[in-house]
């Protein structure tokens, strides 16, 4: 880690989230000030903070609010060098049921963190994308320049909010750069996500029920996904620029059940094609892989941890605190 973060001050939205956590200890182990933006909830602090290692989570300042909040977003962001915005409505399925939500949170909300980048004056603004926003690869690898397609609304509001970060970069020279991870894994990840929903089904019962398992994805360990996060914001090159984070390999959902469970002993029967695990024809994502050019080309960044080291991390993890994921039903 080079000297850059030391005594800078940086805002993380969804800093409480899976990835974000990961990211707001990274931070603060380089020397950053860190302070974490997440959604109010009279619960107090949820996502994952209990997860992050304690001596790190005191040394970073919470500070709950919405999105939707613009004077919310301008109090957490003033004074703040860079900014990394990940909050966001992230479920696929849940934005089939409530668009209008999602839109409003991924796209309006992100038009408040720019304008917030705007009045504190941040010599960064790092947005988090997803690979979905290319719907099923019209030819692969997929790079940066790869059509962006609209397949769920979820989707849709991330393209939005990536060309709004592009267009206040073009329109107002605001130092916006996108950072793009492909399916991100690992510790900490909540049960809707497809691994967390195998192992941990594998791990309780004999059955592992999914919705279809042909399409493919790139899986990208979230220790690699925050180490290219960083180097997005250190590079000075990445200003106005899509930068895309993935290994390069693909694997199919049906592959990766065998995976892992062979990885953890277990010979589950797998009810696949489930109708509310399924999604509607036209919007399934049929196959994501990453060109890696841009990344080595501009940080010299590569994936460091293969996907069995990966899987056997997270494993480990969800073994450890089973009780408290949401396993045993469909999470949207």
Not at 99 to 104: L, T
Not at 188 to 198: D, E, G, H, L, N
Not at 288 to 315: C, D, F, H, K, M
Request: net charge negative.
């Amino acid at each position: 880690m080079t000297e850059f973060w030391n005594g800078k001050r940086v805002l993380v939205t969804g800093g409480a989230g899976f990835i974000g956590s990961f990211l707001s200890e990274a931070l603060v182990r380089a020397g950053a000030e860190v302070v974490v933006y997440t959604r109010y909830s009279s619960r107090g602090l949820g996502g994952t903070v209990g997860d992050m290692e304690a001596g790190l989570r005191a040394r970073m300042r919470f500070i709950m609010g919405d999105l939707k909040d613009p004077a919310g977003v301008m109090a957490a962001a003033a004074g703040c060098d860079v900014i990394f915005h990940l909050a966001a409505h992230i479920g696929i399925p849940y934005s089939y049921v409530h668009p209008v939500d999602v839109v409003q949170t991924n796209v309006m909300g992100t038009t408040n963190v720019l304008e917030a980048a705007r009045a504190s004056g941040a010599s960064k603004v790092v947005l988090f994308s997803t690979s979905e926003v290319y719907g099923t690869a019209q030819y692969s690898p997929i790079d940066e320049d790869h059509p962006l397609q609209g397949q769920s609304p979820y989707s849709a509001s991330k393209i939005a909010a990536d060309q709004l970060g592009l267009s206040y970069h073009r329109s107002f020279g605001t130092p916006v750069a996108i950072c793009r991870p492909f399916n991100t894994y690992g510790p900490r990840q909540p049960a809707r996500a497809i691994i967390p929903t195998i192992i941990g089904q594998a791990l309780r019962g004999d059955e592992v029920r999914l919705g279809s398992l042909h399409p493919t994805r790139d899986m990208l360990f979230v220790e690699d996904t925050v180490a290219g996060a960083l180097r997005i914001a250190e590079a000075p090159e990445t200003v106005g620029e899509v930068v895309q984070l993935g290994t390069g390999v693909e694997i199919g959902i049906g592959d990766l059940v065998q995976e892992i469970c062979t990885l953890l002993g277990k010979s589950p029967r797998i009810i696949a094609n489930e109708s509310d695990r399924t999604r509607p024809e036209k919007s399934e994502v049929n196959r994501l892989i990453a060109s890696t050019a841009r990344a080595e080309a501009l940080l010299g960044w590569r994936p460091t941890v293969a996907l069995s080291e990966g899987l056997a991390r997270t494993a480990e993890w969800i073994e450890a605190n089973i009780d408290a994921l949401a396993v045993d039903g469909y999470q949207i």
